[in-house]
């Protein structure tokens, strides 16, 4: 069974995925921060988020949960998920954080692939981890412009 709905009447959300390799670290971060952001841009109909790894981890990475603290968010209670090959067929962004997925390719699926080389905040240090977690929200930010904007003229050609 699929993460992803549509809207009763309305076109389907605009799909997101972040995805890594165990789902501990980055694309969490980047999940929580983008939820953040549909929120403050008041996009919470209109945007789905999702996350997920290839071989997930057990538990997202203390440091991460740690650094995401520090900003204003939790996400202790999160767990690493496996990825859905559905969740590829039905997103719009599909957003990769620096590791080696060889499972897929997702330009394969008609997406918007887009690939952020960003350090591994497994077992690195605390300024490493906040250094990766500012960058993931600056990144974020610019990916709701996008997607703000891909909203917008859809809402114009309708």
Same mark, same amino acid.
Do not use: K
């Given at each position: /069974?699929?993460?992803?709905?549509?809207?009763?009447?309305? @076109?389907?959300?605009?799909?997101?995925?972040?995805?890594?390799?165990?789902?501990?670290?980055?694309?969490? /971060?980047?999940?929580?921060?983008?939820?953040?952001?549909?929120?403050?841009?008041? $996009?919470?109909? $209109?945007?789905?988020?999702?996350?997920?790894?290839?071989?997930?981890?057990?538990?997202?990475?203390?440091? =991460? *949960?740690?650094?995401?603290?520090? &900003?204003?968010?939790?996400?202790?209670?999160?767990?690493?998920?496996?990825?859905?090959?559905?969740?590829?067929?039905?997103?719009?962004?599909?957003?990769?954080?620096?590791?080696? *997925?060889?499972?897929?390719? +997702?330009?394969?699926?008609?997406?918007? &692939?887009?690939?952020?080389?960003? @350090?591994? @905040?497994?077992?690195? +240090? @605390?300024? =490493?981890?906040?250094?990766?977690?500012?960058? =993931?929200?600056?990144?974020?930010?610019?990916?709701?412009?996008? *997607?703000?904007?891909?909203?917008?003229?859809?809402?114009?050609?309708?």
């Amino acid at each position: /069974m699929t993460a992803w709905t549509d809207r009763d009447g309305g @076109p389907p959300p605009v799909r997101v995925i972040f995805l890594c390799v165990e789902n501990a670290g980055r694309s969490q /971060m980047a999940t929580a921060f983008a939820e953040r952001e549909r929120e403050r841009r008041g $996009l919470d109909d $209109l945007v789905e988020i999702h996350s997920a790894g290839t071989h997930p981890a057990d538990a997202v990475y203390e440091a =991460v *949960v740690d650094a995401v603290a520090e &900003a204003g968010l939790d996400v202790s209670d999160r767990t690493p998920r496996l990825l859905e090959l559905s969740e590829l067929e039905a997103a719009d962004y599909v957003v990769t954080m620096g590791c080696y *997925v060889r499972e897929f390719d +997702p330009m394969r699926f008609g997406v918007d &692939a887009r690939e952020w080389d960003l @350090p591994d @905040p497994a077992g690195a +240090p @605390p300024a =490493v981890v906040r250094d990766a977690r500012d960058e =993931v929200e600056a990144r974020v930010v610019e990916l709701f412009d996008d *997607v703000e904007a891909r909203l917008a003229d859809a809402s114009r050609r309708t």
